[in-house]
């Protein structure tokens, strides 16, 4: 599966160039009897249905013409929505100062679940101010630890 999404990660980069798109994640799944190929886009103000009908169109024409994927699938391109998955580094410096959701493969002051203001990101260490009651608590968080992270929507 992750070559299917390397493929299409190749064919689809110039398309994101040309665009002035970001490609956030490609997914290649099988939900039931069916495959879906999931290319989620983003870009600085946020990204439309056009913007998604234009990549669909011009992603499809490539995978077409090399046809790298043995069997019928879906392709859906969307944006990542609210709770934007933090995977690369820079998706976690533009994070700074949002609230965010981390867990982790293993836990650290005995819990695997964080969510709060991601206050820095140097490459190594994430630090984050959790709201725990009436107080406020930093904890610092190694991210080779992180197994996935997400921004997150709060509610004041």
């Known amino acids: 599966m992750s070559k299917v999404t390397e493929v299409v990660e190749e064919l689809a980069t110039p398309i994101f160039q040309e665009l002035g798109l970001e490609l956030v994640e490609i997914e290649y799944v099988k939900e039931g009897k069916s495959w879906f190929l999931r290319v ?33 699938y879906f392709l859906e391109v969307s944006s990542p929505g609210a709770e934007r998955p933090l995977k ?6 533009k994070a700074i100062g949002k609230s965010v959701f981390i867990k982790t493969y293993e836990p ?49």
């Open 40 to 72: 989620y886009i983003d870009k600085d103000n946020g990204v439309d249905i056009e913007d998604c009908g234009l990549v669909s169109e011009k992603l499809s024409e490539k995978l077409d013409e090399l046809d790298p994927i043995p069997h019928n």
């Open 88 to 93: 690369k580094d820079k998706d976690f410096q």
């Open 108 to 156: 650290i002051d005995g819990e695997k679940s964080f969510e709060g203001t991601l206050l820095e990101f140097d490459g190594q260490l994430l630090k984050i101010e959790m709201k725990i009651k009436t107080r406020k608590k930093t904890i610092e968080i190694p991210y080779e630890k992180v197994a996935n992270a997400r921004l997150a929507v709060t509610f004041s």
